[in-house]
T-cell receptor, first 113, second 113 residues
Framework: AQSVAQPEDQVNVAEGNPLTVKCTYS??????LFWYVQYPNRGLQFLLK??????LVKGSYGFEAEFNKSQTSFHLKKPSALVSDSALYFC???????????FGAGTRLFVKA | SQTIHQWPATLVQPVGSPLSLECTVE??????LYWYRQAAGRGLQLLFY??????ISSEVPQNLSASRPQDRQFILSSKKLLLSDSGFYLC????????????FGNGTRLTVT
């Protein structure tokens, strides 16, 4: 069965510093991986996805993610954090040929000014 | 692009009352549609998904049900609400490709009293 793990409940970073939000996955076959962001009392918004190709994926709002097949990881990164990046971040996986997207538990990012 | 409409935004219902949450899709034909529940602002639990009119797959046995009477309409229902049904309910849909990102509505916060 497919699964996603986000080992950190919360990540704290100072504005202007780089940020990393961690994600590992388990899936049979080739994974389709996604990052989403959620602001309070709103639905999730898509940030970026990895389907195939380059291991470094660039997405919205300056975010990027690095796919590492050997470590089964898909960590979200940003070179310089903004206070407005503070939100709840979800990693998700869709297995090849499947219809179900499974989400991690979420990581709350706090960016301090 | 795809837009997911959900209503109402908030709902307070007594235990034992019925429930009907509606979700409609704009901008895509024949989308895969999903109902998720989010508890306490954290992880998302997949409740139901549908790949076509009248086709419903249930992920979690409970007193909720779903229906898809039209291509772009997805309804979540209950005959008798339980306290444990409280949560944030999110409708989501895919684009034209099954591995395209999910688009989410803004959710319905349900409080069962």
């Amino acid at each position: 069965a497919q699964s996603v793990a986000q080992p950190e409940d919360q990540v704290n970073v100072a504005e202007g510093n780089p940020l990393t939000v961690k994600c590992t996955y388990s899936v049979s076959g080739n994974p389709y991986l996604f990052w989403y962001v959620q602001y309070p009392n709103r639905g999730l918004q898509f940030l970026l996805k990895y389907i195939t190709g380059d291991n470094l994926v660039k997405g919205s709002y300056g975010f990027e993610a690095e796919f590492n097949k050997s470590q089964t990881s898909f960590h979200l990164k940003k070179p310089s954090a903004l206070v407005s990046d503070s939100a709840l971040y979800f990693c998700a996986v869709l297995n090849t040929g499947g219809f179900k997207t499974i989400f991690g538990a979420g990581t709350r990012l706090f960016v301090k000014a | 692009s795809q837009t997911i409409h959900q209503w109402p935004a908030t709902l307070v219902q007594p235990v034992g009352s019925p429930l009907s949450l509606e979700c409609t899709v704009e901008g895509t034909s024949n989308p895969n549609l999903y109902w998720y529940r989010q508890a306490a602002g954290r992880g998302l639990q997949l409740l139901f998904y549908s790949v076509g009119i009248g086709q419903i797959s249930s992920e979690v046995p409970q007193n909720l049900s779903a229906s898809r009477p039209q291509d772009r309409q997805f309804i979540l229902s209950s005959k008798k609400l339980l306290l444990s049904d409280s949560g944030f309910y999110l409708c989501a849909g895919t684009g034209s490709s099954y591995n395209s990102p999910l688009h989410f509505g803004n959710g319905t916060r349900l409080t069962v009293t």
